[in-house]
């Protein structure tokens, strides 16, 4: 087999339109995953009746299913289930309206929601509590305490496990093929499809995904640094 260079650029250079895709995907995903979360994660730690129950549920749903099933099953379940509602109560909002991206969205926010649960309270856990007291005893609320003592040195403890939660969802997003999302890996097929050079267009895919990696590393070194300098007392 030899490799076609030049297509491997010209394969490189049509994916890159893609690459918004794949970033608009990984970025909801991750903003609204660290959302649900802290949420998850609070719930579980100061064991909220009920909530604590339903969080640990689907945490461990989530976490022991496939993320490929949790959008085939939205992909599914959530067109019948609107579809359903809206006859019922005569509304006139249909599935059909939901782009196929939404569909990515939603369910890659809540797999993200599990994981990025399971950093946080290990992060929040990492915490002497004894901070908390004290913070209690000069008069904070628990709300102010967490949001000015525990929350920022909890991130700084799960920095790493969340850049590495990010990298997993960016990579995930190659999923969103499959309800007929144009990502990188969906571009990469469509380009490769043109004179049948997968090897090339994938190994493309590869590249652009290398490098959006190693992006991610490097902000995330970046903020390491600026969070660590800030926890001795320095000048961020």
């Not at 267009?201 to 970046?222: D, K, N």
Request: aromatic share 12%; charged share 10%.
């Amino acid at each position: 087999m030899k490799l076609d260079f030049s297509f491997l650029w010209t394969a490189f250079i049509k994916l890159l339109p893609a690459v918004p895709t794949t970033i608009n995907i990984t970025v909801v995903s991750v903003l609204c995953g660290f959302i649900i979360g802290t949420f998850v994660a609070l719930s579980r730690i100061y064991k909220v009746p009920v909530l604590n129950q339903i969080s640990t549920v689907y945490v461990t749903i989530i976490r022991g299913t496939p993320m490929l099933t949790h959008l085939m099953i939205l992909y599914v379940g959530l067109p019948l289930l609107i579809d359903g509602l809206g006859k019922e109560f005569g509304w006139s909002f249909r599935s059909v309206s939901i782009p196929m991206i939404g569909f990515a969205y939603i369910s890659f926010s809540i797999t993200a929601g599990a994981y990025f649960s399971e950093v946080i309270r290990s992060g929040m856990q990492a915490v002497n509590k004894g901070q908390l007291e004290a913070a209690h005893a000069i008069g904070m609320t628990t709300p102010q305490a967490l949001r000015r003592i525990v929350f920022p040195q909890a991130f700084a403890a799960a920095l790493p496990n969340l850049s590495n939660s990010v990298i997993g969802m960016l990579h995930g997003s190659t999923l969103a093929f499959t309800v007929s999302v144009v990502d990188i890996n969906a571009q990469a097929q469509i380009v490769a499809s043109t004179n049948w050079k997968f090897f090339e267009a994938y190994l493309a895919a590869a590249l652009v995904f290398w490098g959006l990696t190693i992006l991610i590393e490097r902000l995330t070194a970046l903020l390491e640094k600026r969070v660590n300098l800030y926890n001795r007392g320095g000048v961020a």
